[in-house]
Structures are given as structure tokens and as C-alpha cells.
């Protein structure tokens, strides 16, 4: 449905994407993952037609955009990471509004009251964008991306500044909108993608780093588990008997401290649970250990995971890192 192919784009020296190639297909949840400045909002902004690039092509829908980009425009809704309202129209005049400048063909009232309910504004369209929370404004700013029933919807970091509850609605949304057209959103969460996308797109400094699907993703990221461990003790030794743990594949001393003891950071595989030989150990030397916790991943770790490790390379299937 969208393919991107050797996509370069160049801001005075400052190289924004440096030749990235993708592809979407029909009714598939595409993450676009990738820390502030990664090149995100660029790629977004060219695949819509926004932003024009110095090399490469984009087709939407087999359309080239910068040959008929009315027609490619036509196939897409987009969200920007502002999303575009008019703060003193009703929600109502405001879909009205869009309806007319995207010249929609639909049976008026019937289509913007279908979106309405899909997008759960209808409450709310008789009240004027600015009185409204910003987790509704979000869903108006992707009812107006749904006007014209759009093959591609593109979001652009769809759920910053929501609260939880209403993060949660607008990724159920998200996926609900995903059974009927290719959706591509982009975010710097890795749970973001994790819990919405089909596959998974990583970039940094403009370049791809992973095409995934999630779930060869997780299985990367999920193959190890991290601990942050505090124990009393004498370090060097400590670390040493943290080692000789079984279940212990990695350790390593973490430049935090208390007063009378050390943190440690301690990897073991998945599928054993070192911690109750881990606390043995301790006991049997006297040792206490006053806090034991499980690390989350970061979007940092993900990178290192990708780039250092072989384990994605063996379970690509789509090509892999570029
Ligand atoms: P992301 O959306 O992943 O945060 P962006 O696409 O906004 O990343 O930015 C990618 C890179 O391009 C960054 O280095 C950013 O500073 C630069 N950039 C973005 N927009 C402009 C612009 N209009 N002029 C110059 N540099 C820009």
C-alpha cells in the first residue's frame, strides 16, 4: 500500500534520512520507532506529501507522490504531530469544514456521523475544539485524518501529552482502525509500538536500523532479564559471587551507591529465575540483599540489542539491518 524506497533527504548539511526503504501492506499497524531527531516526522511529512525530499520515491497505493501527488494524497489521512484544528469551531463545523476541502464524495451526514462514533467524539460535537481535553482534540485531530475513508492513515507521535486513560483509547483506536487500512504511526515509546504495531520500523540518525515484526522484536528484546540488585558487601567480592550464580549470565557493577551497600546490575536467560539462588548465595556469606528489582528495556537497550547482537540477524525474514 506505501513503499518507500532509498528516501534521502537533505536540510541545508544536515543529512535527515539517508536512504531509508520500507513497506507497508493492506490493513497492517506499522511502528515507526526512533529516538527525538531521528527522522521521524520527516519521513512522515514527505510520505504525505508535505515536505519534498532530494532523492528516492514514495508510492502510495502504486501512485508516485511527486508525479501525481493529488491523487496519492487523496489515498491518505494524516495526523501531524500538531494535529490541525481550529480552535473556535464546534467539532461538528470543524469535520464539516474538512469534508468540503477534501472534497468528499460520501453521503455527508451519514460519514461524519460514522467517524464521529468510531472516533467516540459524537458526545462532543456540538462543543467548541478549544473547551475540549487534549485526549478528545486528539481524537477529532484523527477523525479529520478518517474524512474521505483513506486507505493509509499516518500518525505522527499519536498519544504525547495524553494522560494514561486516554493513551489507552487512542491505541485501542488505533488498532481498531488497523483491521481496515494500513495505519504507520510513529513514537519514541518502545511500548508504544510494542502494544499497536504489526511490525516494527527502528530508525536512528536517518538511517533503518530494524524492519521487524513485533513479535521477533520482543523475542530480541525479551531473550535476557535485567536486574537491579543492592547488596552489603565488600563490591569486588560480591560481584565475583554474583558471577558464580547459577542462572547468571552477566553482572556488572552499577556507578550507584548507598551508604553501606553496593548496586549491581544482573543478567540471567528468560526461561530460569536465578533470584532464589541468588539470595542463597548472599545469605550463605552474610550479605544482605536489601533490594532486588526487575529493568525494564529502553529504546537504548533495543538499539544496543539490535546493532551488537546476532540474534535478530538470525531470525530475519524481511532483510533485516541495512
Ligand atoms: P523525529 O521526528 O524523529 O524527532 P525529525 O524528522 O523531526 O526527527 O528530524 C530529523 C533531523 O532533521 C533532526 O536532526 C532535525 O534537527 C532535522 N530537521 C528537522 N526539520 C528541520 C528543518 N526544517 N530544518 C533543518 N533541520 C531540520
Not at 495524553?162 to 488497523?178: A, C, F, M, W, Y
Amino acid at each position: 500500500m506505501i513503499e518507500v524506497s532509498n528516501l534521502v533527504k537533505v536540510y541545508g548539511t544536515n543529512v535527515a534520512l539517508d536512504g531509508i526503504s520500507f513497506a507497508a501492506g493492506e490493513r497492517e499497524v506499522l511502528g515507526f520507532l526512533g529516538p527525538n531527531g531521528a527522522g521521524k516526522s520527516t519521513a512522515m511529512n514527505i510520505m504525505t506529501g508535505f515536505l519534498s525530499y532530494n532523492s528516492g520515491t514514495v508510492k502510495v497505493g502504486g501512485v508516485d507522490i511527486s508525479e501525481k501527488p493529488d491523487e496519492a494524497k487523496k489515498l491518505i489521512g494524516f495526523l501531524p504531530e500538531q494535529p490541525p484544528l481550529y480552535q473556535d469551531m464546534t467539532v461538528r463545523e470543524y469535520l464539516n469544514f474538512v469534508y468540503d476541502l477534501k472534497d468528499c464524495k460520501f453521503n455527508r451526514e451519514k460519514h461524519i456521523e460514522e467517524i464521529c462514533k468510531v472516533t467516540r467524539i459524537t458526545d462532543v460535537r456540538k462543543r467548541l475544539i478549544k473547551n475540549l481535553s487534549k485526549g478528545y482534540r486528539q481524537r477529532v485531530g484523527i477523525a479529520q485524518a478518517l474524512i474521505g475513508n483513506p486507505k493509509v492513515l499516518i500518525f505522527d507521535e499519536p498519544t504525547v501529552g495524553l494522560d494514561p486513560k486516554q493513551i489507552i483509547e487512542v491505541r485501542n483506536l488505533i488498532r481498531t482502525l488497523g483491521r481496515e487500512h494500513t495505519v504507520i504511526l510513529s513514537t519514541h515509546i518502545l511500548s508504544e509500538v510494542q502494544a499497536v504495531a504489526d511490525r516494527i520500523i527502528i530508525i536512528n540518525e536517518g538511517k533503518l536500523l530494524a524492519d521487524e515484526k513485533t513479535e521477533n522484536i520482543n523475542r530480541a528484546i525479551n531473550e535476557n532479564v535485567r536486574y537491579m540488585v543492592k547488596i552489603c558487601g565488600p563490591q569486588r567480592e560480591v560481584l565475583d559471587a554474583i558471577r558464580a550464580v547459577d542462572g547468571v549470565l552477566h553482572a556488572e557493577i552499577s556507578s550507584e551507591r548507598e551508604k553501606d551497600s553496593f548496586t549491581y546490575h544482573v543478567e540471567s536467560e528468560h526461561s530460569f529465575d536465578m533470584r532464589k539462588n541468588l539470595f542463597f548465595a548472599m545469605a550463605e556469606k552474610n550479605w544482605p540483599i536489601v533490594a532486588m528489582e526487575q529493568e525494564g528495556v529502553s529504546l537504548e537497550d533495543v538499539f544496543i540489542k539490535l546493532t551488537d547482537s546476532k540474534s535478530l540477524a538470525q531470525n530475519t525474514r524481511r532483510g533485516g539491518r541495512r
